[in-house]
């Protein structure tokens, strides 16, 4: 049986890692280099960088920012924020990055995301989707749109549709992020992973509403993601990626050990 993982996620905005709710009314919280590297010493089993307003505000990348958290870190390493082509991609991954997440530019241009399998693997190619529940229509028959641009714009486009439609071009990974969820600290959307888990062949990593060790449990189980994103329960210090791994464990989720 594969491990399960913890992924602490690294919102940045100016060069600073910060947390909102909802995607709004984001505060400043710390230096992303310091952060990345006290939680790859607890034994995180991946970090997830997000330059937040890259896309929105047409800028790329913050590179120096992402190369000096990847000299930091010996684990997995995902980023996402402003890619747009492939030499973003390119750009990302030799400033240290394993992975490349794209999210809006992919929605808009989906070849990007073929293309990057194509050229880097498509073990390199997560694609970042941002979920707000709406209902069942004609148009969203699964109840669940993506939205783009840190949440701001709708899309029309089906999740389900759309997460099928990405492992057919080549992603190799899917971070699903619910909107509702993000920075609520009351739990995962349930119903949202286990429809996108289910339906895929590739990792799902469930993002937005974790609180407590208990949220983890249900969204690695009843959810049937591969790994969770983690914020709020461990940058404000109430949980360690330890306390977290050893709670899942007495559970009988497999976890990493490596630290």
């Known amino acids: ?42 034994g995180a089993d991946e970090i997830v960088f997000y330059d937040i307003t890259a896309s929105s505000d047409r800028r790329p990348i913050m590179l120096e920012v992402v190369r000096r958290v990847a000299e930091t870190i010996f684990i997995p390493f995902s980023v996402g924020g402003g890619i747009r082509t492939l030499e973003d991609m390119r750009d990302v991954l030799l400033a240290g990055a394993e ?39 004609e148009k969203i028959p699964s109840g669940y749109e993506i939205v783009i641009n840190g949440g701001r714009k709708h899309m029309g486009i089906d999740a389900l549709w759309w997460a099928r439609e990405a492992e057919r071009l080549g992603a190799g990974e899917i971070c699903l992020n619910s909107i509702d969820a993000d920075g609520t ?13 289910t339906s895929v062949r590739i990792p799902v990593i469930a993002s937005g509403g974790a609180g407590k060790p208990e949220h983890l449990l249900d969204v690695l189980s009843r959810g049937c993601a591969d790994a969770a994103l983690i914020a709020s329960m461990v940058h404000y210090g109430t949980y360690t990626i330890g306390t977290i791994k050893d709670y899942l464990s007495q559970q009988g989720i497999n976890m990493r050990r490596n630290w």
């Open 99 to 137: 992975k490349v997440s794209v999210n809006s530019a992919a929605v808009l241009n989906p070849g990007i995301i073929s293309r990057g399998a194509e050229a880097f693997g498509s073990q390199c190619i997560v694609l970042g989707m941002d979920v707000k529940k709406t209902g069942v229509s």
């Open 1 to 42: 049986m594969l491990s399960k993982r913890i992924i602490p996620c690294l919102d940045v905005r100016d060069g600073l890692t910060t947390k909102g709710i909802k995607f709004k009314d984001n505060v400043v919280i710390g230096d992303p280099v310091e952060m990345g590297k006290f939680y790859y010493e607890q």
């Open 185 to 197: 600290q009351s739990g995962y959307e349930l119903e949202l992973t286990r429809l996108i888990s």
